[in-house]
């Protein structure tokens, strides 16, 4: 908007000996200065503050109505509506009085939200300080009420101005753990506020405040060693206390809790880390139920409450049976008992929706502080155990609240048989949303069935949940041409090994060291690559060169094979004993140096009798090369033992008795991960066998001594749910995630399943958003075949976050020349870390492009496309006479590309060049069709318009198209194998 201009003017005309006048043509007239200064006003009613002070410069006219504006307004909002925002920068003291002397019938200023200010004038220097605005609110002789959010300034308003309310909710800014010294507030008796949010500040003393209804203090510390003397705010109906730093005496608490059950219109009561007098609130209810104490109560927390009772929560429950809505319990309280009771007191719950078990407080989760630490601040010294409910009182929980919709299960290990909370008396019949949070026992069989049977579930979510099953590692060796032998290491778990039908028990029983004898598939390939080197060394009268004399036979009588030299000692004393880094593969010292991983210093070689004894510095292990066939092989397991100790053999072994006198022994534990310090003659025992459900190993090495690693544990989670909409996995063990019928799902979202492989949709229809993250193992063809496959009755978006390296190639191959019945698009984004705003914008844009298929399909008769396995027969490779389109870019420094077999794009780019030419997501000012609702959003129907020709030339060559489309987005920012941190997964 301009200055005002002429309608018209004169101007000469040359040419002619005499100037002519001639009336110019008229320009556009400025109809805002043709407005009366009423309507003016009316409409600055509609503006931000800021934009009305901008008018003033404008014209006249413009300045005359902002003038008469000011003197009449008497609410004036500084950050437009926007409590979280800053007001105009630029406010000096003087530039600010001028502004509020313009105002004297102003009553309410919302939004003093200052960035900084000065503590006291400066003078000679024009600053914008705590005296100026004090001054300046002053000179406002009808002014009742200010919203702020300095804390210093709120001080200053409580104690010169008291007959001024501070408006809408005071939330101190810059609030920090451990807390800024410069935080601090006092709390005056008189001061006039009705909703106070305090973090991270100092307090003397929460006294009584009368007007006071919501008080919320985080990191709070409180300075007076009895800061709850006064406390009496009769009008309170919210009090949150989390994680503040008081006094450790419980009985200075009883202030607190009495002057909580005088609020008798107290609605939300929150205490985390509040160490009050275990049974006080008990008390207090019994002596305050009749006056009404804690009855409107709908909310209830307690967390990390040190003394907290059983008793203190069941009275909170059942004084407050009729109102309550939302609980939330500390993992101390998380018992059987808790809800036996309340089962027994039989009480109805009409309005009870939320339920939360084993709560821990966020903070603490996410506090990379100590607990020591936490207590040297101040906090409350508390160290939570797991909840120790089972299934018997979670099938109460139900008995109790019938009403329930939303459940929440945190670190409950006891819990194992989920379809057993389902009986004639607990039904579950109206949960909506279920989490559950690193219950590690809960059967994964067991959790499908009770999925199954639940009739209004909607949303799952599933943190650290069926965690894998330990390992087995086999190194299969080759002597003599005969065969191979099995020589299995299990960590904690016994496991059994298919052998020949002729071989005893015996046998074939194998001892395990435990934890003071694991080792890893790595260090076996590395020390017995180096036996094998130094066995080829051997000379003819069977001594290694390297071992020299000191590696002399043991007693044959013994059985007991000791590392002698360097190498025994090593092994001994514990110093410089090596393992083998899994992550990088290399050797390293426990002492911290670094070895190679194939040989490591003092390893050693000596035969004798027909048995070599292999001795590293990590330990002792024999080989017998003349009877290593696998059907002829007598094994007798003997165990490394420290500190000089002889090795044990199981009693009651009759093949280790016969035939085998000479130490002809091969030792099932290799190498240990450290030197034993301590017997394992306890292990000598014969074991019991454990059986347990493995899936097959697949030899794939190509040497034979190659380490093989079991296949993962097969673990599948199996859905089956008439009303389920989407479900969340993060850091689960599954396997495989099968959709068996779940016709209302529509989302998957699977972060950190590091062994997260495959999904099989057998019937769901419309699931449609598909977000897998830093999933290691995840089968990228499988999972995208999969959905691909599916009917097309969605368009479909499937976003992931591989973490290794694609071939993009072969990866467009596989899609553009399968048997997809959709239009499809790969996008790949480079961002790092990932931008958002990229993947929401895609979706716009893709539902875009399905709309103009879909209206020509419906409304313009226009060919539908096919692609069925018979189409991909006709035409073997891609594309098979289909155009395909990349369109490539730079979004926030980082390259961006996608190619589609979209019809239309080409087009579109063409007649939009600002929003395809390079993919700029950031141009907001620019006309694009990315982000829905957005200024310049382009519907379907216009994007026709602009492609009319293209469309004709396709229905003229009778080329169809296909009505959905399935967008690929591919974010490579962990290809490189490390996940990258994102707040949005």
């Given at each position: 908007m301009g200055p005002r201009r002429k309608p018209s003017e004169l101007q000469p005309v040359g040419g002619s000996g005499e100037g002519q006048l001639v009336l110019r043509p008229s320009e556009s007239k400025d109809y805002i200065n043709e407005l009366s200064h009423e309507v003016l006003c009316h409409i600055f009613r509609y503006l931000p503050m800021k934009d009305i002070m901008c008018m003033e410069c404008l014209s006249r006219k413009l300045r005359e109505a902002v003038t008469l504006y000011l003197r009449v307004v008497k609410v004036v909002d500084l950050c437009a509506g926007r409590w979280w925002e800053y007001m105009p920068s630029g406010f000096t003291d003087n530039s600010f009085l001028l502004l509020l002397k313009k105002m004297p019938d102003l009553e309410q200023l919302y939004g003093l939200h200052p960035r900084y200010l000065e503590r006291r004038r400066v003078r000679g220097y024009e600053a914008f300080s705590i005296p100026g605005v004090l001054e300046a609110l002053q000179a406002c002789p009808s002014l009742l009420g200010v919203e702020t959010s300095h804390l210093e300034l709120v001080e200053a308003i409580w104690n010169y101005m008291p007959q001024v309310h501070i408006l809408g909710k005071f939330r101190n800014r810059n609030g920090a753990f451990p807390i800024p010294a410069e935080n601090k507030l006092t709390i005056p008796i008189t001061a006039k506020i009705q909703t106070l949010h305090l973090v991270g500040v100092n307090v003397p003393e929460i006294p009584c405040v009368s007007m006071l209804r919501h008080l919320y203090l985080k990191w709070v510390r409180l300075t007076k060693p009895q800061p709850f003397k006064d406390f009496l705010c009769v009008s309170?109906?919210?009090?949150?206390?989390?994680?503040?730093?008081?006094?450790?005496?419980?009985?200075?608490?009883?202030?607190?809790?009495?002057?909580?059950?005088?609020?008798?219109?107290?609605?939300?009561?929150?205490?985390?880390?509040?160490?009050?007098?275990?049974?006080?609130?008990?008390?207090?209810?019994?002596?305050?139920w009749r006056s009404g104490g804690f009855r409107n109560l709908h909310t209830i927390v307690f967390g990390a409450c040190k003394n907290a009772l059983e008793v203190d929560l069941g009275y909170l429950i059942i004084t407050a049976a009729r109102r309550l809505h939302e609980l939330r319990i500390q993992p101390s309280l998380t018992k059987d008992g808790v809800f036996s009771a309340l089962k027994m007191a039989e009480l109805e719950f009409p309005q009870f929706e939320t339920l939360h078990l084993g709560y821990v407080d966020e903070f603490l989760l996410q506090c990379k502080m100590s607990h020591s630490e936490l207590v040297k601040y101040g906090l409350a010294d508390v160290i939570e155990n797991p909840g120790i409910i089972t299934d018997i009182g979670i099938k109460v929980v139900n008995e109790v609240f019938s009403n329930i919709k939303y459940l929440l299960i945190y670190n409950c290990p006891h819990l194992h048989n989920p379809h057993h909370w389902i009986t004639d008396q607990s039904r579950w019949s109206r949960l909506v949303d279920l989490t559950l949070v690193r219950c590690h026992a809960i059967k994964l069989e067991s959790f499908s069935q009770f999925i199954e049977s639940l009739p209004s579930l909607e949303f799952i979510c599933l943190d650290q949940m069926f965690r894998e099953p330990p390992k087995v590692y086999s190194v299969y060796f080759l002597f003599s041409g005969k065969g191979k032998t099995p020589l299995r290491r299990n960590n904690n778990v016994a496991v059994s090994v298919v052998a020949p039908a002729h071989q005893t028990k015996a046998q074939v029983l194998e001892s395990s060291c435990e934890k003071s004898c694991q080792v890893t598939s790595e260090q076996i390939k590395a020390d017995m690559k180096a036996a094998t080197e130094n066995s080829k060394r051997t000379s003819s009268n069977g001594i290694a060169p390297e071992a020299g004399a000191t590696n002399a036979r043991p007693p044959a009588d013994r059985g007991t094979f000791r590392g002698t030299g360097s190498a025994g000692v090593a092994a001994r004393s514990g110093v410089g004993t090596t393992t083998t880094d899994r992550a990088t593969g290399t050797g390293r010292t426990i002492d911290g140096t670094e070895a190679p991983s194939g040989v490591h210093a003092g390893d050693s070689c000596s035969r004798d009798a027909g048995v070599r004894q292999c001795t590293s510095a990590a330990g002792v292990y024999s080989l017998n090369p003349t009877d290593a066939s696998v059907n002829h092989a007598s094994r007798r397991p003997t165990l490394l033992t420290g500190q000089g100790q002889r090795q044990q053999v199981p009693a009651g072994s009759a093949a280790a008795g016969s035939g085998s006198q000479q130490g002809q022994a091969r030792d099932k534990d290799f190498v240990p991960r450290r030197p034993l310090t301590r017997s394992c003659t306890h292990l000598s025992r014969p074991r019991p066998r454990v059986s347990v459900r493995r899936k097959r190993m697949a030899d794939k090495s190509t040497s034979t001594s190659d380490p093989v690693t079991e296949d993962d544990h097969v673990q599948i989670l199996s859905l089956k749910s008439k009303n389920l909409v989407g479900i969340t996995l993060t850091n689960c063990g599954i396997t495989d995630l099968v959709l068996k019928d779940c016709p209302?799902?529509?989302?998957?979202?699977?972060?950190?399943?590091?062994?997260?492989?495959?999904?099989?949709?057998?019937?769901?229809?419309?699931?449609?958003?598909?977000?897998?993250?830093?999933?290691?193992k995840l089968d990228m063809e499988q999972v995208l075949d999969q959905i691909l496959r599916m009917p097309p009755e969605r368009n479909r978006i499937i976003y992931m976050r591989p973490m290794h390296q694609i071939d993009s190639v072969a990866l467009e191959r596989q899609l553009f020349q399968g048997p997809y019945p959709y239009h499809i698009a790969i996008v790949h984004e480079f961002s790092n870390p990932a931008n958002i705003r990229n993947k929401v914008r895609i979706r716009?844009?893709?539902?875009?492009?399905?709309?103009?298929?879909?209206?020509?399909?419906?409304?313009?008769?226009?060919?539908?496309?096919?692609?069925t396995e018979e189409d991909v027969k006709n035409y073997p490779k891609y594309p098979w006479?289909?155009?395909?389109?990349?369109?490539?870019?730079?979004v926030d420094g980082a390259p961006y590309s996608m190619i589609t077999d979209f019809p239309w794009l080409k087009a579109l780019k063409a007649a939009d060049p600002n929003s395809y030419a390079r993919y700029d997501f950031e141009d907001d000012e620019s006309t694009t069709i990315y982000a829905p609702r957005r200024k310049g959003q382009l519907s379907a129907d216009i994007c026709m318009e602009t492609i009319g020709e293209e469309i004709s030339e396709r229905r003229q060559s009778k080329r169809g198209v296909f009505e959905r489309v399935v967008v690929l987005f591919l974010h490579h920012c962990d290809t490189p194998g490390e996940p990258v941190d994102d707040d949005y997964i």
């Open positions: 309170l109906r919210t009090f949150v206390m989390r994680n503040c730093a008081g006094p450790t005496n419980s009985l200075k608490y009883v202030p607190l809790v009495t002057g909580l059950a005088s609020a008798r219109n107290l609605e939300q009561l929150e205490l985390v880390r509040v160490p009050f007098l275990g049974g006080l609130i008990q008390h207090v209810v019994e002596d305050s209302k799902m529509m989302f998957i979202h699977a972060t950190r399943c590091r062994v997260l492989k495959q999904l099989r949709v057998e019937s769901a229809p419309i699931v449609n958003r598909f977000d897998y993250a830093q999933c290691k716009s844009w893709m539902d875009t492009i399905a709309n103009i298929s879909q209206e020509l399909i419906k409304y313009e008769f226009f060919p539908e496309a096919t692609r006479g289909r155009d395909i389109y990349t369109l490539e870019g730079v």
